[in-house]
Each structure stands twice: as C-alpha cells, then as structure tokens.
C-alpha cells in the first residue's frame, strides 16, 4: 500500500526518541541513594531472574558501575534490555517498598539501564567462557530463552551454537519491541557479550527437519528456544487486501527505521488490546497517521496491555472501540482499504469456571472508515516443526511440555524454554528458562547440579501491595478490654 507519512523526518525521529531517557551518573547516584537495601528484597523476589537489585544498586552508589553490571548480566544475561522492555511496574518496582501513596519506587529499571549500557559501551567483559569440557550444544533460536541458555552454557565450557532464521539475533527484542522503548543496536550490541566469549551465532540460517536430524548427530543436547509462528488469521473477507498487516511484521518494518518506507494510513484500525497491538497503534500515531483506532472484543477492564501501555495509547490520542468483533474489511475497487466492518458484542452468562465470553449482537453492524488495518492477535504456535521431534509432548494449546526445574522435554536430547513453552510472555521470563535449561542440560549431561544467580528463589504469586491482609478484629472499648482483663485503668482508678 502507497505509505502516508505527512511528517517531516526530523519530527519523526523527535517522535520516536526514548520514552525512558537514560540517567546521567548524577541522577543514577541520586537515585540509587534512595534505596534502603532491604533485606530480603521484594524486588528481587518479583524480578522473574531474581537479579540481587540491592547489590547492584549499592554497587552505583558507591561508583562501581561495572560491578553493578556484573551483578545484573549474572542473574539475567539480558539485562539491557530488560532495563528498557520489563514490565517494572508490575515486577520489581511495583515490589519496592517505597511504592506507597507517599513515596514513589526507586527507578529500577533506569538504573539497571544505567549500569548495563555503561558496560557495553565501554567493552567491558561481562562474562567469561569455562574451561571447554569437549561438549556440545545446538541451540534452535537467537531470542532471549535461546541467547540466555547459551551465554550460561558457554560459562560451563560447552562448545555452543545458535541458529536463526533471522539476520540478526535477539529475536523479538530485536523485531518486535517498539522503537521508541529500544533500538535494534541495544539487543544486538547485548547479544555481541556472548559473541565475546565465543558462542557462535549461525544466523540466516532455517533449521529444516533435515538439518534438525543432523544437529541431533552433531550434539550433546539441543535447546529449543523457537518462539512463536504467524499473527493468527481473522477468518474474515479482505483479510489479504495489501493494506492489512501482521503487527509483528509491520513493527519490523518500523524496526528498519526507514521512516518513508514504511506504509501507514491516514486512519489505522488496530484490532487487539494487547501490549503489542499499543505498540503497533503507538507507533502508527508516531509516524503521522491523524486517527488511530484500536478495536477490541471486550471491554476495557479486560485489556491484556498493562496499564502504564494503556495510558500511553491514550495519551497519543489513541481512540478505542471496546466490545466490538471485526466481522470483514471493506475494500474498493482497487483492493485497497476502506472500513473495517465490525458488530457489537456483549458479555454471555459465566460458565461454571466463571469464564466469561462475548457474543455478537444481532444487527448492531457499523463500519469504521480506515485505509490500514493492523491484526495483532496473538501468534500461532509452531506445531507443525514441534510436532515432528519424537517424544516430544506439547499441551492442548500446543506448547511443549516440560520439567519446569530443568527445562526437560519429553525426548531426553531435547530442553525447551521461551514462548514455545509459555505461550508468549515477558522476554525476562524467556531469560530465566535460558538459565534454568542450561543448568538442566548440564546435569543431563555431566550429572552435575549447578547452580547460576536468582535460580532457585520462589517466584512471587503477588507483589506486596497486591496482597490482601488479614481484615483485623474489632477490639472492645479499652477501658471494657482493661475491666474484662481484671486490670483497673487510670480513669477507672479517679
Ligand atoms: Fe531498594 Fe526498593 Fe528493592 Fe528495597 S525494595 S532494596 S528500597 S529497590
């Protein structure tokens, strides 16, 4: 589709510059100051790593900024992009002690940014190869879950390789975050720490049932960290019309930062309320587009974004259209977008499990003039090359199944991790899988226990402030309390 960007580049690049400025050394010490170094830190306990955030902040405090790295890069290989991409709000900052209607948390997040772009640009070793132990490892994927299994791999003397279709690794924090939150240099720059201590990356590289079968020859074990498959399809009538996009392949195309290239109405409609449909929504807003329109099935309470993407959606004049079902995209002659058709939906009576689903409203059609529509509604799940790995066992949604202290999948060769076993969540949680299917591969293989930073600490179910505390017990009148008590009070004494 012919690209409508009415924007000057220079405002587009204003438009696009960080959400979360980068700290100077003198806000960083202000900040890390702040904390009180709790003992136990709710935050480490929220962080799906377990990063030690009391020692690294300590560590900026007192001018070690490539210890403080160090103690990040430890418990979460990623951890520059987790500094820019974690939801901190809902992790550790939403934990941190200071978050009260008085105080505001201590800035996690911009200080692990802090700490971990100090280290990259300045070359610093962030980790270090063990003495090789003649093993070898193949890993299927180069996003967070594969990158995180290999670096620790790598730190036990494996011989270990990555393989990815893509040009470039880090996978989708690479693809698929939005620009104004990280750039492609970030993840790319991340993933050169493990270049450094000699993982290889084969990249441009699809792994074929065939080459899969020589991989099993060639190696130890075999992670896979293969992601998810395509947007999932509509099913409705225009759904090919060229200006229909995939969200995660239009993001890409943002990625590029070749701002004329990219194709974007005058009016987008975005269907989904999830994080990546913000993104997608966000972003289109950024490069011009004069109305955006996300459209969403349910109602607002139930958006899938967190709340801080909402309040960004909408303070970019996002529009919304809650419980509505697009039905079919209305195209011209020409093929290109005119409206996207949708009906109203409502809420049906739960079912014994409480879940509650929408149906559409008879007759309650309208049609949203758009010449762009953007699908970002969740991804397909990559049975198709799964399901064609011996032993291995995927669940009814089609992700594989697996130990969760060792990653193990059912074929004993074979430890999964990342959105192929969870389904599609945060890239800190694809870290921690990393870390713990390196250490069940190496216990699979040398029968060793091994044990890597924030591995075994307990996930929190809540953060602090979610928890719902005990309603106390009235007391009686403290002066009926002292008398049921046999004890005379003052005023009882006068
Ligand atoms: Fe510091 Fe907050 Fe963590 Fe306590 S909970 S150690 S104050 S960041």
């Known amino acids: 589709m012919k690209s409508f960007i009415p924007l000057e580049a220079v405002q587009i690049e204003r438009n696009f510059c960080d959400v979360a400025p980068a700290f100077s050394r003198a806000q960083a010490k202000v900040e890390a100051d702040r904390c009180l170094y709790c003992y136990d830190a709710p935050c480490t306990r929220a962080c799906p790593t377990h990063i030690d955030v009391p020692a690294f902040i300590k560590k900026i405090s ?14 979460n290989p990623i951890g520059a992009t987790c500094a820019r991409v974690c939801p901190t709000s809902a992790l550790c900052e939403g934990a941190c002690v200071e978050n009260t209607l008085l105080h505001k948390p201590i800035d996690i997040g911009r200080l692990q940014r802090f700490a971990t772009d100090y280290a990259i640009d300045s070359r ?5 190869s063990g003495e090789p132990n003649g093993k070898s490892v193949a890993i299927i994927g180069a996003g967070p879950a594969g ?4 670096v620790y791999l790598k730190r ?13 690794a880090g996978g989708l924090d690479t693809y698929g975050m939005a620009e104004y939150k990280m750039t492609q240099k970030v993840s790319v720059e991340e993933t050169n720490l493990a270049r450094g201590i000699g993982v290889e990356f084969r990249l441009g590289t699809e792994v074929t049932p065939e080459l899969l079968v020589q991989l099993e020859l060639d190696n130890d074990a075999i992670f896979l960290a293969v992601g998810l498959g395509q947007t999932t399809k509509l099913g409705v009538e225009g759904e090919n019309a060229p200006g229909v996009f995939d969200a995660l392949q239009w993001i890409e195309q943002v990625k590029t930062r070749e701002w004329t290239g990219i194709p ?31 459209v969403y099935r349910r109602g607002e309470a139930e958006m899938p974004a ?104 059912g074929n004993p060769k074979y430890f999964a991790g990342g959105d192929c076993v969870n389904g599609g969540r945060e890239a800190v949680d694809a870290a921690q899988m990393g870390k713990l299917g390196a250490m069940g591969i190496h216990q699979f293989i040398s029968g060793e226990i091994v044990e890597f930073a924030g591995a075994r600490l307990p996930f929190v ?31 009882a004494q006068g």
């Open 62 to 75: 007192s001018d070690n900024v490539v210890g403080s790295a160090r103690v990040i890069f430890d418990a």
């Open 124 to 128: 610093r070793p962030m980790f270090f």
């Open 147 to 150: 990158y995180s299994c290999a």
């Open 156 to 168: 036990l003397g494996y011989a270990v390789t990555i393989y990815d279709r893509r040009e470039l």
């Open 264 to 294: 974007v109405g005058r009016t987008v409609a975005v269907i989904g309320a999830g994080n990546t449909a913000v993104d997608a929504a966000t972003q289109a807003k950024r490069l011009g587009a004069e109305r955006v329109v996300m």
């Open 306 to 409: 967190y709340d801080y993407e909402y309040e960004l959606a909408k303070s970019d004049a996002v529009e919304f259209r809650w419980k509505s079902a697009p039905v079919g995209i209305v195209t011209d002659a020409n093929g290109a977008v005119r409206s996207l058709k949708c009906v109203e939906t409502l809420p049906t009576v739960p079912d014994e499990k409480g879940r509650v689903a929408y149906g559409m409203v008879e007759g309650s059609e309208f049609e949203i003039p758009c010449d762009m529509v953007i699908k970002a509604l969740g991804q397909s799940k990559m049975t198709a090359f799964l399901s064609g790995i011996a032993g291995l066992q995927l669940d009814g949604s089609g992700r594989v199944k697996v130990d969760e202290g060792t990653m193990a999948t």
């Open 461 to 491: 179910e809540k953060l602090p402030h979610e928890i719902e505390l005990p309603v106390p017990t009235p007391i009686a009148h403290p002066e009926a309390s002292a008398a049921e008590l046999g004890v005379k009070s003052y005023a």
